[in-house]
């Protein structure tokens, strides 16, 4: 069975200091990779993705992510860290492989930036 | 604005009623999915649908049912409400069925059981 673990509830971090919101994964195949946002009384919305190619994948609000395969990771970064960047991040997975064509979420992670 | 529209915004019901969650998934997105939050069970992916066709199923009570109509748009009934059916109510689109495309999330449904 699949599974995303974030295994942190709550980062916190001050503005313009680098941030990293941890995932870490399980499937069968090989995975499909996503990041989404949720901001408070909002549905998520989509950051970025890693589906095959460079292990660095870059997507929107100058967010970025490296899957590591060896580690079964794919930790979300940010060089420098705003205050709008305040909200819950999902990690999520699916089976390339399409065993299972559920996808998977994390609990999320609330990331809070400090002025 | 993800293009994906859910309505009502909001939504208080008794123990024991019956309720319908309507999306409407971006132009063109063929696959449609479910989804309850909670506080205590996160996001829990309910049901998906492509082009019509049920293609997931993942933990939906037998209490709760969904469909994909013709025009694409999606249907999730519940029923024999539930105080912990209380919950936001997500419908997310994509492009295709394929596994490597992105969900746009609506704006939620907030269900208040009472």
């Known amino acids: 069975a699949q599974s995303v673990a974030q295994p942190e509830d709550q980062v916190n971090v001050a503005e313009g200091n680098p941030l990293t919101v941890k995932c870490t994964y399980s499937?069968?195949?090989?995975?499909?990779l996503f990041w989404y946002v949720q901001y408070p009384n909002r549905g998520l919305q989509f950051l970025l993705k890693y589906i095959t190619g460079d292990n660095l994948v870059k997507g929107s609000y100058g967010f970025e992510a490296e899957f590591n395969k060896s580690q079964t990771s794919f930790h979300l970064k940010k060089p420098s860290a705003l205050v709008s960047d305040s909200a819950l991040y999902f990690c999520a997975v699916r089976d390339s492989s399409g065993g299972s064509y559920i996808p998977t979420f994390g609990r999320g992670t609330s990331l809070i930036v400090h002025p | 604005d993800s293009g994906v529209t859910q309505t009502p915004k909001h939504l208080i019901t008794a123990t024991g009623q019956r309720v319908t969650l309507r999306c409407s998934p971006r132009?063109?997105?063929?696959?449609v999915y479910w989804y309850q939050q909670s506080l205590d069970q996160g996001l829990q992916f309910l049901i998906q649908?492509?082009?019509?066709?049920?293609?997931a199923k993942g933990n939906i009570l037998e209490r709760f049912s969904a469909q994909q109509f013709p025009d694409l748009h999606s249907e999730l009934n519940l029923s024999s409400l539930e105080l912990g059916d209380s919950a936001l109510y997500f419908c997310?689109?994509?492009?295709?069925?394929?596994?490597?495309?992105?969900?746009?999330f609506g704006p939620g449904t907030r269900l208040t059981v009472t």
């Open positions: 132009s063109g997105d063929l696959s």
């Open positions: 997310a689109s994509s492009e295709s069925g394929d596994l490597s495309y992105e969900q746009y």
């Open positions: 499937v069968s195949g090989n995975p499909y």
């Open positions: 649908y492509y082009n019509g066709e049920e293609r």
